[in-house]
């Protein structure tokens, strides 16, 4: 709890009060790629402190061979673009670059430094966790940016459910870099859609991440902790036994 207040308060110092407006024409997005890069780096001081870069899926690879666990969330992401893209070319291209920053800076401090955290509670209690905290964030939008209510409400069960579904993906592949790609591109495509995607849609994603992140965290329960290098090609689909039960 104390670190996600520290990192929000951190994000709404520097967007609010540290740094001045920063969207040129140039590059819309600057102000969000400059705040989310400068928490970045901060998260990555706390972890290379505790000497948790790697433990943490930050600094690793992980497993690239589960990698394709990641797929059925990128065709998600995917799925909100068949409707096109808004905006002209710099403002898309802007959106891309600010939202790889956002990707980035809340994977590395929600299921990096976050997850990595509670870790200890067993891995359905810690992907709960970083799923209520990580949903909880986003009432920032409401309290602070004037998002209205009620669609922030549903943006927080929206990003819980995600974060449970990437919480799963990071004890399975012990790397954070598959959701990065995740998380940047399903932010880019729903943000840069011309329109909403139907409510039925919607639904049935929030069952598929609940679902898919429970199948995750049954099946290679705590994945987190990484053999040696020269183990992780032999080890990479073999399910660890004393790892199975979840607490």
Same mark, same amino acid.
């Given at each position: 709890?104390?670190?996600?207040?520290?990192?929000?308060?951190?994000?709404?110092?520097?967007?609010?009060?540290?740094?001045?407006?920063?969207?040129?024409?140039?590059?819309?997005?600057?102000?969000? %790629?400059?705040?989310?890069?400068?928490?970045?780096?901060?998260?990555?001081?706390?972890?290379?402190?505790?000497?948790?870069?790697?433990?943490?899926? %930050?600094?690793?690879?992980?497993?690239?061979?589960?990698?394709?666990?990641?797929?059925?969330?990128?065709?998600?992401?995917?799925? $909100?673009?068949?409707?096109?893209?808004?905006?002209?070319? %710099?403002?898309? #291209?802007?959106?891309?670059?600010?939202?790889?920053?956002?990707?980035?800076?809340?994977?590395? $401090?929600?299921?990096?430094?976050?997850?990595? %955290?509670?870790?200890?509670?067993?891995?359905?209690?810690?992907?709960?966790?970083?799923?209520?905290?990580?949903?909880?964030?986003?009432?920032?939008? $409401?309290?602070?940016?004037?998002?209205?209510?009620?669609?922030?409400?549903?943006?927080?069960?929206?990003?819980?459910?995600?974060?449970?579904?990437?919480?799963?993906?990071?004890?399975?592949?012990?790397?954070?870099?598959?959701?990065?790609?995740?998380?940047?591109?399903?932010?880019?495509?729903?943000?840069?859609?011309?329109?909403?995607?139907?409510?039925?849609?919607?639904?049935? #994603?929030?069952?598929?991440?609940?679902?898919?992140?429970?199948?995750?965290?049954?099946? $290679?329960?705590?994945?987190?902790?990484?053999?040696?290098?020269?183990?992780?090609?032999?080890?990479?689909?073999?399910?660890?036994?004393?790892?199975?039960?979840?607490?």
């Amino acid at each position: 709890m104390e670190l996600t207040l520290a990192w929000h308060t951190a994000l709404l110092l520097f967007a609010k009060v540290i740094l001045p407006p920063l969207a040129p024409s140039w590059f819309p997005g600057l102000g969000a %790629t400059v705040v989310n890069a400068i928490c970045l780096a901060g998260v990555w001081c706390v972890l290379w402190r505790w000497g948790w870069l790697r433990v943490s899926g %930050t600094a690793t690879l992980g497993r690239p061979r589960r990698w394709w666990l990641a797929a059925p969330m990128l065709l998600i992401a995917g799925s $909100y673009a068949l409707a096109g893209l808004d905006g002209s070319t %710099t403002v898309v #291209v802007s959106s891309l670059v600010s939202l790889l920053w956002v990707g980035l800076n809340e994977e590395v $401090y929600s299921r990096g430094l976050v997850q990595q %955290t509670l870790t200890p509670l067993g891995p359905l209690r810690a992907a709960t966790g970083v799923a209520v905290l990580f949903g909880a964030g986003h009432l920032q939008n $409401y309290l602070f940016f004037g998002a209205p209510l009620d669609d922030t409400l549903w943006q927080m069960l929206s990003a819980g459910l995600f974060g449970f579904a990437c919480a799963g993906l990071r004890f399975a592949i012990g790397s954070v870099w598959p959701m990065v790609l995740v998380h940047a591109l399903d932010d880019f495509f729903q943000i840069r859609s011309p329109g909403s995607a139907p409510d039925g849609w919607q639904v049935a #994603v929030y069952v598929f991440h609940a679902a898919f992140g429970w199948w995750l965290l049954r099946r $290679y329960g705590s994945g987190d902790t990484l053999p040696s290098q020269g183990a992780v090609a032999a080890d990479d689909d073999e399910r660890p036994e004393e790892a199975g039960a979840l607490d």
